[in-house]
Structure formats: C-alpha cells, structure tokens
C-alpha cells in the first residue's frame, strides 16, 4: 500500500471509454484521529462540509483499510452506516451522501473515480444500487488498490487504461460477492448439465438428478429452462443426439445396440427421436455423414 498521500485527477479518455470504464481519479489518505476530514485540497466539486454533504458526477469505490467512521446517503439519508476497516464505500453519480472517520480513530481510506457503460449495466442488472453502499470487501481488493497506487504514482496519466481496467477488476468483485444466489443457482444448473452427459449411456431419470440436486423436479426444470432457454429433457435429447451422431459417425455399431446404450427402449423409439431431431434416419444420417468423410478425403 501507498507510504504518502496521494491524490491524481485524470481526463476524459478514449481508449478507456471503449473498455467500458474510464478512471478519473484515485488516491490514499491517511486521516489521523482528531483531524479535520476531509482535508481542504481536492477540488471544490469533491469537497464538502459535513452539514451538507455532497454529490459527485460519477461512481467511487473508496477502501477503508484501517480506522472507522460513518456514512449517510440518500435514498435512505437519515440511515447511518457504520464503517469498518475492510469495508468498501460505493458512492453513486448524483446522490447525495457524506461520510468520514471516528475522531477517536481515524482512519486510511484508498479510492478510485470512474465513469462509463459498464457501470450502468451492472446497475441495471441490479447488482449494485445506491440502497447498497456498503461492501464488506474481501482480500483482494488490498492487492487490486496496492496495484493501483503503484501505477498512480508512477505515470497516472500513462497508465489510466489499466487503472480503468483494475477499477473494473474492483466491480467484478463487488458483483461476484452480491450475485451469490445466481452463482449457487448456476452451480446447480452445470450440475445438472454434467449429469445429463455422463448419464447418457447410463440413465437416470430426471427426477433423481433433481433429488441428488436437492431440488424438486419442478424446481430444477424451472431454473433450468431459466438459464439455457430448454427444458431438461430437451438438452437430454440433444446430449443423446450428438452422441449417437459421434456413433454412428465413428463406430460399427449397430442402431440397435446404439439405441441400447443410449438408454432407449427400443431401437424404433431411438429412430423415432433421431429423425425427429436431425430429419434422418440414423441409417440415413450414417450413409449420409459417411460418405461425406469419403468425398472430403
């Protein structure tokens, strides 16, 4: 982390609006206990006197690595906050808000500014909302802000495409830590995928994967036609087209022992579901794809 303060305020850039994010500005400052927050040398559209507060034109993340202190901000401005070190501030383009250390404690606070599309799409995603200013940050935010003050203070200005890009480093893992019911859902739905394909020779029914899921049936089609956009036994058709197609295309095999395999009924059943998803039959797929290898070769 920065030994001194610090502060840098950046350009409008090109190259960094095409990423997504522009950084605008970053900084480090060490607030000892009794003193006067914030100090009186950033520019008028970021100061501000307590019994106003302020607004900025943009999003910051602002890290408290050590002390404590408060925040209030709208939509819910009579609301206060209670900062910890490793808590991160999130502040919003155009709400209002105010915050600052504990006299008792003070408190090192490290921030970066930014402006730009991939900010809006992840508050229209609703990952993120002025009604969730605070972010209990985990470890990796130190090694994302040590990275940031090290360019920083090196060439700032040379530099702003990768501090936009580690600004947006700090939103993935603002979303990665708010977005943890749609991961364990996702987590559930590849579960549910890997079964589907290792189970196509060997079938389960769907209902038992469901189960060892620890899901309902319903539950488990729901979200899985949710995320993919097809039912459960849609993708297992599709799973056992292809590899009756892999089949039939590599292999001696007859339709009749594919079929078994594959954990049809009956080879009339496989033959019926075959053409129902490729038009041919799996003797006219076969001659067909074969003989195109041959005329290719």
Same mark, same amino acid.
């Given at each position: 982390?920065?030994?001194?303060?610090?502060?840098?305020?950046?350009? *409008?850039?090109?190259?960094?609006?095409?990423?997504?994010?522009?950084?605008?500005?970053?900084?480090?400052?060490?607030? #000892?206990?009794?003193?006067?927050? #914030?100090?009186?040398?950033?520019?008028?559209?970021?100061?501000?006197v307590w019994e106003? /507060?302020? $607004?900025?034109?943009?999003?910051? =993340?602002?890290?408290? +690595?050590?002390?404590?202190?408060?925040?209030?901000?709208?939509?819910? &401005?009579?609301?206060?906050?209670?900062?910890?070190?490793?808590?991160?501030?999130?502040?919003?383009?155009?709400?209002?808000?105010?915050?600052?250390?504990?006299? *008792?404690?003070?408190?090192?606070?490290?921030?970066?500014?930014?402006?730009?599309?991939?900010?809006?799409?992840?508050?229209?995603?609703?990952?993120?909302? &002025?009604?969730?200013?605070?972010?209990?940050? /985990?470890?990796?935010?130190?090694?994302? !802000?040590?990275?940031?003050?090290?360019?920083?203070?090196?060439?700032?200005?040379?530099?702003?495409?990768?501090?936009?890009?580690?600004?947006?480093?700090?939103?993935?893992?603002?979303?990665?830590?708010?977005?943890?019911?749609?991961?364990?859902?996702?987590?559930?739905?590849?579960?549910?995928?890997?079964?589907?394909?290792?189970?196509?020779?060997? &079938?389960? +029914?769907?209902?038992?994967?469901? %189960?060892?899921?620890?899901? +309902?049936? #319903?539950?488990?089609?729901?979200? !899985?036609?949710?995320?993919?956009?097809?039912?459960?036994?849609?993708?297992?058709?599709?799973v056992r087209t292809?590899?009756?197609? *892999?089949?039939?295309?590599?292999?001696?095999? %007859?339709?009749?022992?594919?079929?078994?395999?594959?954990?049809?009924?009956?080879? =009339?059943?496989?033959?019926?579901? =075959?053409?129902?998803? $490729?038009?041919? +039959?799996?003797?006219?797929?076969?001659?067909?794809n074969r003989l195109?290898?041959?005329?290719?070769?």
């Amino acid at each position: 982390m920065s030994e001194r303060d610090y502060y840098v305020y950046l350009p *409008e850039n090109g190259l960094c609006e095409s990423l997504g994010c522009t950084a605008l500005s970053t900084g480090y400052t060490r607030i #000892p206990p009794g003193s006067a927050y #914030p100090p009186v040398r950033h520019p008028d559209d970021h100061h501000f006197v307590w019994e106003k /507060g302020r $607004t900025i034109q943009a999003y910051q =993340f602002a890290w408290i +690595s050590q002390g404590r202190g408060r925040l209030q901000s709208a939509p819910d &401005p009579a609301r206060v906050h209670p900062i910890q070190a490793g808590d991160m501030i999130v502040l919003f383009p155009g709400v209002w808000h105010r915050f600052g250390p504990d006299r *008792e404690t003070g408190w090192v606070e490290s921030w970066i500014e930014c402006r730009g599309p991939a900010f809006e799409r992840i508050m229209d995603a609703g990952l993120i909302s &002025p009604d969730q200013p605070i972010w209990h940050a /985990g470890d990796g935010v130190r090694t994302v !802000f040590e990275t940031i003050h090290g360019l920083a203070c090196e060439d700032a200005l040379l530099h702003q495409p990768t501090l936009s890009a580690l600004a947006l480093q700090l939103l993935a893992q603002l979303c990665q830590s708010r977005d943890l019911v749609g991961q364990g859902r996702i987590r559930i739905i590849e579960q549910a995928r890997r079964a589907l394909m290792d189970k196509n020779a060997n &079938p389960t +029914s769907l209902g038992r994967i469901a %189960s060892n899921l620890g899901l +309902s049936y #319903p539950t488990l089609r729901r979200l !899985f036609r949710e995320h993919t956009g097809m039912s459960l036994k849609q993708y297992q058709t599709d799973v056992r087209t292809r590899r009756a197609c *892999e089949l039939l295309r590599n292999s001696d095999k %007859s339709v009749k022992s594919i079929a078994g395999y594959l954990g049809y009924n009956s080879a =009339f059943h496989f033959s019926s579901q =075959f053409k129902k998803a $490729t038009g041919l +039959s799996p003797s006219e797929w076969r001659a067909k794809n074969r003989l195109d290898i041959l005329t290719n070769i």
